[in-house]
């Protein structure tokens, strides 16, 4: 099965600590995307990658990084840098907008993160 | 800057009426705009893209409208039912090449 998926699914970090959100897609999908949500809020773009070897920030990246080595693959840190990090992470892929033949963007199931 | 707005947080309807959800936007002329379904804890699922050039699109019980001049997208779901109960979500281009920008949801709440 074609999908996006997102490990682990609960994570609590102590303060301090960086921690490293994983993401894998197999849909073949250039494009991919790392959102917040934040409860009563909309998803704000952290990261976002068109290709391989190259990403952009998004609207709240301060405090995060990111790589993106492989295709499959959109690793997502939360540094001690991230002042307030407890929030839900969702990952995205889609092909890659202004192409002409964008279509929908694919979630995740999301990882909630707690920092304790 | 850019701003996206859906109309009420919340939305309360009763099972077989049509619910209508509203997303406005300024400052902008997306290409296009979709809509999203996300359930409580979990990632949003697309449903629908419309694009600047077309008035309306349908699927099944679903249809959105895209009125460019009133930069506004309305989402109405014909015969509702308790199971359609979810957060609704608008999205649209800023600008080619970049992601896209969420409004903050709809949830809708349809009783039996």
């Known amino acids: 099965d074609g999908g996006i998926t997102q490990s682990p699914k609960y994570l609590f970090r102590k303060e301090g600590q960086n921690v490293t959100l994983s993401c894998e897609q197999n849909?073949?999908?250039?494009?991919m995307y790392w959102y917040r949500q934040d409860p009563g809020q909309g998803l704000r773009l952290i990261y976002y990658s068109q290709i391989v070897n190259d990403f952009q920030k998004g609207d709240i990246a301060e405090g995060y990084s990111v790589s993106r080595e492989k295709k499959e693959s959109f690793p997502l840190t939360v540094t001690s840098a991230q002042k307030n990090p407890t929030a839900f992470y969702l990952c995205?892929?889609?092909?890659?907008?202004?192409?002409?033949?964008?279509?929908?963007?694919?979630f995740g199931p999301g990882t909630r993160l707690t920092v304790l | 800057s850019q701003k996206i707005e859906q109309n009420s947080e919340a939305l309360n309807i009763q099972e077989g009426k049509t619910a209508t959800l509203t997303c406005n936007y300024t400052?902008?002329?997306?290409?296009?705009l979709q809509w999203y379904r996300q359930d409580p804890g979990r990632g949003p699922v697309f449903l629908l893209l419309?694009?600047?050039?077309?008035k309306e699109k349908r699927k099944e019980r679903l249809k959105v409208t895209f009125d460019t001049t009133l930069k506004q997208s309305l989402f109405h779901i014909t015969a509702s039912q308790p199971a359609d109960s979810a957060t609704y979500l608008c999205?649209?281009?800023?600008?080619?090449?970049?992601?896209?920008?969420f409004g903050k949801g709809t949830t809708l709440s349809v009783s039996s």
């Open positions: 999205a649209l281009d800023i600008q080619a090449g970049t992601a896209l920008i």
């Open positions: 400052n902008y002329s997306p290409a296009y």
């Open positions: 849909l073949n999908h250039d494009a």
């Open positions: 995205a892929s889609s092909t890659p907008p202004g192409t002409g033949i964008f279509n929908e963007q694919f």
């Open positions: 419309i694009r600047e050039n077309e």
